[in-house]
DNA sequence: ACTTCGGTTATGGCA
DNA sequence: TGCCATAGCCGAAGT
């Protein structure tokens, strides 16, 4: 990738429409094409462009305009002033980041552990379809002999409350009963209170659902 | 900032759990504290940590780990091989970037010119709290005499149809009859489609509604 | 400090 | 390709 340190301003128009005054500032041109405005703060790009299709370049009044664009956006990128310029060459094939505890995994690890969740219920099915969208577990409640949606999150809020209260309704068209519950990691109070207001059942996953129970589960 | 370049390896524990494998990356340190680790794809840092308070720098076996910390996250880097290093200095004020045709702004456009959008309905009041969250704009409907609860949305989704049939639930309590409205910029297919199952009118906001008419409004 | 919501969200998966 | 749901979403504003 290249690397520039410039007094830059810049102009972009796709997705929204910004406008950015100039100031010293770190442009980074990556070798996939993506291009990068940064300045010292934060974790994320000021102006930023993927999937550039076409590039141009201007010199007016001893200025460098820098023009990317594609079918949909474009950026303009004005060097007032140029400190800096360097080139540094990166690993081609970077091996991917390897994510653990993410929803997939927490939800096959509630599959195979329900039980554990809660003794009562019984696994039926994953992803099961009701109309508005798969439910992520379809059980059965052991001692009342119904039905139980349970929607699974890492943390649960109050959009969670409402999915699984769509597909409680959607399956009552099918089942008797159809009991409501939020399984997460966490939940926020006011997610609580309006589960509770709603009867929708809210149980936490166990601190220790551990690394080894990964090894029965296969994503792929 | 300081620039880094390296053969690194990385361990992350916060929010979520990732594992990152060695390979010759980009090390950024910002002067605020955060740090983020780069390759040569796309916009997003492989791993970053923000709002640090707390760095600790060991060497074994000739290797250079750095501990970053704050009350919820931890971020473990690992130096294998170093290859170039490099400080840059940046304003320290960067101004900051101006966002046009934003939600607000549009917002506060259709607050001034409902009429434009649908004649029938009259502008009544601004983020009009409905007690699950505020609606973006609450209008009598003048033909019927009864309420309207109208989202906005610079695109409109299936969320957004269910976000505004839970403010129509909340105001039906307090008036008569409420009819729910989605306005936007977009709307994809299957959105309009379960609004319209669900008694939701749409509109699209005039692809004209232009910079001159945001000249009335201030937003502070 | 926590919650809520918009974002040029990005990104991956699947129809 | 478009649409959907997740993400370590981030960041900002309000409480």
Redesign the interface.
Known sequence: ?K?I?ATLSANYNGR???????????L?L???G?V?I??????K????M?TINEFNQEHKDGETHLLFSNKKEKLEIILHEIF?E?E????????S??????EEKLQLYISKNLSKIDEKYEFLSREFETGFGPVDILAKNKETGGMVAIEIKRTATI?SV?QVL?YVDSLESRYETVEPVLIALNFNDSTKRLASNKGVTCLTVPSDWSEEEFEEFTLF
């Open positions: 990738m690397l340190v929204g429409l910004t406008e950015l005054p100039p100031a010293k500032r770190l980074m990556k070798d996939d993506t990068l940064m300045n010292d703060k934060g974790f790009p000021i102006n930023y993927t800096q360097s540094i060459e990166l690993d081609l094939n970077d091996p980041i390897i994510r653990e505890q993410t959009n409402y769509r």
